[in-house]
């Protein structure tokens, strides 16, 4: 992966210009698509499978009346008045009228006078609510019903009494269109102030701020594009919105911070940018790849507008990561070698006892850019009492996560709207006058249509409901016009997302089977609040598994990267005090109220259902992303120590690795915090949880966890931490994501020293028994390798191409060094396995094109029939394709390539190094038949190699 990023970085260093317009035209297309298909945003909750949604699904089909949205509006009468008196009874009738006929989808407005209707008057007699039931859900209703609704109530307070109310609320006025404020543009500048500390330079300062917000207008346009075939709600917008600009930033300054200090310590900036791309980049990459696995496993919960939202998140942030390895280094180019911006120059401090060691015995001192006072203070604060510090920072977060144990979670209602807007003012007048309840009805539901007696069995029904603890009254207990389906409207006690409603629902559904035996109705508990409820139940269910999703996640993932038991182990832990941390600060504000009003925190109660799964997520990647920007240079600083003891090497590695690291992490995290915070003043009711969870838990995970915990940890287990069994060893795939390969290819850039299209030296395969070989073939040449069995040989052939990984050893193929750079190996040389049924197919195919080089392996197993083909096709080919051929008898290489045209091949033996492997013992690996690409070079010097052509030792 990093020398393809590196590839990648390096092309678009070079070309900027068309990296910027294809990127320009992405936004384009998507922003066309999202003015042509856009449908808009739609807030209606449902869960499939539930209880509740078949209830409604059931009242829509045979009591549409009550299935659809509603709205309500309340009149409180003026100090000493009754409600009932002629002013108030007159003007509201009248508008009742009005209303009626404001629209085809307003099914009935219900009077608070009519005598058939119960309950819409309080005891005191002082507020009267008037219902209005509308066809379909709240987003199928068009703006202008809701204007015409609202114009009609307003011209109703004017008539009243003076000191009388008038709100208009209900369900389709409960959900507020979340709109971005001027308080989120503070979090860029926050960010763009950050930017110029750490880059010291204005225009190297703008540029991840440029990627991140072309990569959120993409992501934005793509989302809004995507409702014309798919459900999304307000809040998915505003979420991609929040991720897009943090990781956008983020990643983009990972690379240009590793850039900018490889052109000041003298690096040319091309050269540079591919490295950084292959590097940084290759970090950014995998840490991308985890926020995407762990957004788009929000569909665990199998709720699908949660679902949607974890999508759109994931598409934010991959084309924030497809942006940072392309359009970065693209700007890098603009810039060439002005990205340096200014240097900081430091006055000569005195010389102490610690600057009196020679640098060489201070290993951990990598650059004087990279590591600052700071930093290393604070390392080496932290790793010379690691237990004190880990201990202090568990039980510090400990006591920051007690809140959590109160957390409750509900669906948002207009009881969490800002204090001033009318259906909260309607929202709370309902409360005050007629009990919370009245907020948050519920309805049983089944069919009648084997009763005889429809209305007294209603009525018999709504009696034995209103005994149940919990249920204030039984507003309404019907049958519809045709008596097949009955209902029961419920008001409880206690406010919609009151924990004591759920309780409620449950108490009703477990009635279930009595009811049904004493009634003969198949009851079903729904409505608005159920469904609400119903959602936060299944929410609450996923937790769980989603936790373990996750967390099994890092483990396998950083045992991958880090080829350790101990750092992935560690690293979970630290994810879940981040988790359970950030979920007490949300408690703490949202649901005790601390500092509340600072954050314009519009009510104080239940939390939205989706904000613990959203946030653990999202949270679990970007904790990783530090991890593996901190510990991957403790890492590489250990690996590379030359140092015995091992022990010391640790110590020293994780300081050297946190100096390395951490100025650019704390202005990531600094940058992170800002902008999730920003969301969280002003921001919607629905996204404020979110937002603050993210930004408590960044803080807490970039700089209690990361920064403190992770480093007294390591410094505890040593060189320990570095430890994994051999078996795992064997079994985990391995993930470049340090650029190891393109150092490697930096190193050996100046190797073979010569234009041999194949070079090996020291190439060793235990398991063929394949031990120091040492290859040169010239462009245009030939070379036999024997002296070893068919299966050894076969596993150099497939070396040579790029199908089979080397243990050891130097292996330079068509200018392209491996295992690194196989697949361009493997889609520019030919392999050839002869003896096979489908070889003459395989012939065709490595010849087709114009490749420089073909593997023919085992020609000692073809008839002379097939030689003299095989022969024929090689002189067809051309004089300037090289030919590599193992045999166990060279001799009949040496024909085959004499035929061809191509005279006198070197020849190289095995024999002194290759022991005969025993036929019983199998390799899977070396199953394969190979194939072949095109090479798109022109051309090849020819030169002499035979003196190259040497027998290896072992």
Request: glycine share 8%.
């Amino acid at each position: 992966m990093s020398t393809l990023l590196s590839s990648l970085g390096r092309w678009s260093f070079r070309h900027p210009w068309r990296v910027l317009v294809s990127w320009l035209l992405v936004l384009g297309i998507a922003g066309g698509g999202a003015l042509v298909l856009g449908a808009g945003t739609d807030n209606t909750f449902s869960i499939p499978g539930t209880e509740s949604q078949a209830g409604l699904q059931q009242l829509e089909r045979t009591f549409p009346q009550v299935s659809g949205t509603n709205a309500q509006f309340i009149v409180v009468a003026a100090p000493g008045d009754d409600i009932r008196d002629a002013p108030y009874k007159d003007d509201i009738e009248d508008t009742i009228s009005t209303l009626k006929g404001v629209d085809d989808r307003v099914l009935a407005v219900s009077s608070p006078y009519d005598e058939t209707v119960s309950g819409m008057i309080n005891e005191e007699h002082t507020a009267a609510i008037v219902r209005i039931q509308l066809e379909g859900q709240s987003s199928n209703i068009p703006a202008s019903v809701k204007t015409d609704l609202q114009d009609t109530v307003d011209a109703l307070g004017p008539q009243l009494p003076t000191g009388s109310q008038v709100a208009l609320g209900g369900d389709l006025f409960a959900m507020a269109i979340p709109t971005i404020t001027l308080t989120e543009a503070v979090g860029l500048v926050v960010a763009l102030l950050v930017l110029i500390v750490t880059f010291r330079s204005f225009v190297v300062a703008g540029l991840p701020l440029l990627t991140a917000i072309l990569g959120v207008g993409i992501s934005m346009a793509g989302i809004f594009a995507a409702t014309a075939f798919a459900t999304v709600s307000s809040t998915t917008p505003l979420l991609a919105l929040m991720l897009g600009l943090a990781v956008g930033i983020d990643y983009a300054l990972f690379i240009v911070a590793r850039h900018q200090d490889q052109v000041r310590a003298g690096v040319d900036p091309e050269e540079s940018a591919a490295r950084s791309v292959g590097t940084a980049g290759s970090a950014v990459v995998f840490a991308g790849v985890t926020v995407l696995i762990a957004l788009i496993g929000l569909g665990f919960a199998g709720i699908p507008f949660l679902t949607t939202m974890g999508v759109a998140a994931a598409v934010a942030v991959a084309v924030a990561v497809a942006i940072a390895v392309t359009l970065t280094p693209a700007f890098l180019g603009f810039l060439k070698g002005r990205v340096a911006g200014r240097v900081r120059t430091e006055r000569p401090a005195k010389k102490s006892k610690k600057d009196a060691v020679p640098k060489e015995r201070r290993p951990w001192i990598l650059s004087e850019r990279s590591e600052t006072k700071g930093s290393q203070r604070w390392v080496s604060g932290v790793t010379r009492r690691p237990i004190l510090v880990t201990i202090a920072i568990v039980l510090g977060l400990g006591v920051v996560s007690i809140p959590a144990l109160s957390l409750n979670l509900a669906l948002p209602n207009a009881g969490v709207l800002p204090k001033g807007s009318e259906a909260r003012v309607s929202y709370d007048l309902t409360a005050d006058e007629f009990g919370a309840g009245f907020n948050g009805p519920l309805i049983l539901t089944g069919t009648i249509v084997t009763s005889t007696d429809p209305l007294n069995l209603m009525k018999d029904l709504g009696d034995a409901v209103e005994k149940i603890p919990g249920v204030k009254e039984v507003a309404l207990a019907t049958p519809n016009e045709t008596a097949d389906t009955g209902i029961v409207q419920i008001i409880p006690t206690t406010a919609p997302d009151d924990p004591r409603t759920a309780d409620l629902v449950r108490e009703l559904r477990s009635h279930h089977d009595e009811w049904q035996k004493e009634f003969g109705i198949d009851l079903k508990v729904t409505g608005f609040t159920a469904v609400a409820i119903d959602i936060s139940d299944q929410l609450g269910a996923a937790l769980l598994p989603f936790g373990v999703f996750v967390i099994g996640l890092s483990l396998i993932l950083l045992a991958i990267v880090f080829r350790s038991i101990w750092v992935p182990i560690t690293a979970a832990v630290g994810y879940l005090l981040s988790i359970v941390a950030a979920f007490g600060v949300v408690a703490a504000v949202f649901e005790w109220g601390w500092f509340a009003d600072a954050l314009h925190v519009a009510r104080t109660g239940p939390i939205i259902s989706f904000m613990p799964i959203v946030l653990m997520g999202v949270l679990f990647g970007l904790a990783m992303d530090y991890q593996v920007f901190l510990v991957s240079r403790m890492r590489e600083d250990y690996v590379h120590d030359p140092s015995r003891d091992r022990r010391e090497a640790a110590r020293n590695a994780v300081r050297s690795g946190f100096s390395s690291s951490a100025r650019v992490v704390t202005a990531a995290a600094l940058i992170m915090f800002a902008v999730f915070v920003a969301f969280v003043p002003e921001g919607d009711s629905s996204l404020k949880p979110i937002a603050l969870g993210l930004a408590a838990g960044i803080a807490v995970d970039a700089f209690l966890v990361r920064m403190t915990l992770i480093p007294a940890v390591m410094a505890i287990l040593g060189e320990r931490a570095w430890r994994i069994p051999r078996w795992l060893e064997r079994i985990l795939p391995h993930v470049d994501i340090e650029g190891e390969a393109v150092e490697r290819e930096r190193s050996l850039a100046a190797w073979p020293g010569d234009d041999s299209i194949v070079a090996a030296d020291d190439l060793t395969l235990s398991s063929a028994d394949i031990s120091g070989a040492r290859l040169r073939l010239e462009p245009g040449g030939a070379l036999i390798v024997t002296g070893a069995p068919h299966r050894a040989l076969r596993a150099l052939s497939l070396m040579v191409a790029g199908r089979l990984k080397p243990d050891a050893g130097r292996l330079r193929v068509d200018d392209h060094l491996l295992p690194g750079r196989a697949p361009w190996v493997r889609s520019r040389v030919g392999v050839v396995m002869l003896g096979e049924a489908d070889a003459a197919a395989q012939v065709s195919e490595a010849l087709r094109g114009r490749t420089r080089l073909v593997v023919l392996d085992g020609v000692d197993r073809l008839t002379a029939a097939e030689r003299d083909q095989l022969a024929a096709r090689l002189r067809d080919a051309g004089p300037d394709l090289a030919v590599l051929a193992t045999a166990v008898d060279p001799a009949t290489a040496q024909a085959l390539l004499t035929d061809a045209g191509r005279g006198a091949a070197s020849v190289v033996d095995l024999s002194s190094s290759s022991a005969e492997t025993p036929a019983s013992r199998p390799d899977p690996e070396l199953q394969t038949s190979a194939t072949r690409g095109v090479d798109d070079s022109t051309g090849s010097r020819q030169i002499d190699s035979s003196s190259d052509t040497t027998e290896v030792t072992a």
